[in-house]
């Protein structure tokens, strides 16, 4: 069975750094792209960077300049570096994968657990 495992979040003051980890396991034949969402208490989830296997990336607008998303294919594991946190960046950070277990499989979309990123002012 393909999972997503994350690692990381937790408390940390304005201006400060955390640092998201989230592992793809299982039977795992491909990874294509993988990245991080967040969902704040009553908005919706939105994609905050993802990156493709050949690592191009993507940010949200309002990461830019301070979230690094990177990735390590011979782990499967993306990484999300994230630096001069704003309470606005308070949120469940998800990780998201598309995944394939066979050669001839499909590919399917993958969702970690969910972490806590709580910033305080």
């Known amino acids: 069975q393909l999972q997503l495992v994350e690692s990381g979040g937790g408390l940390v003051q304005a201006g400060g750094s955390l640092r998201l980890s989230c592992a793809a396991s299982?039977?795992?034949?491909?990874?294509?792209?993988m990245g991080w969402y967040r969902q704040a208490p009553g908005k919706q989830r939105e994609l905050v960077a993802d990156?493709?296997?050949?690592?191009?990336?993507n940010y949200a607008d309002s990461v830019k300049g301070r979230f690094t998303i990177s990735r390590d294919n011979a782990k499967n594991t993306v990484y999300l570096q994230m630096n001069s946190l704003k309470p606005e960046d308070t949120a469940v950070y998800y990780c998201?994968?598309?995944?394939?277990?066979?050669?001839?499989?499909?590919?399917?979309?993958?969702w970690g657990q969910g972490t806590q990123v709580t910033v305080s002012s």
């Open positions: 299982g039977s795992i034949f491909s990874v294509s792209i």
């Open positions: 990156i493709t296997s050949g690592g191009i990336t």
């Open positions: 998201n994968g598309v995944l394939k277990a066979t050669v001839v499989g499909r590919w399917g979309d993958y």
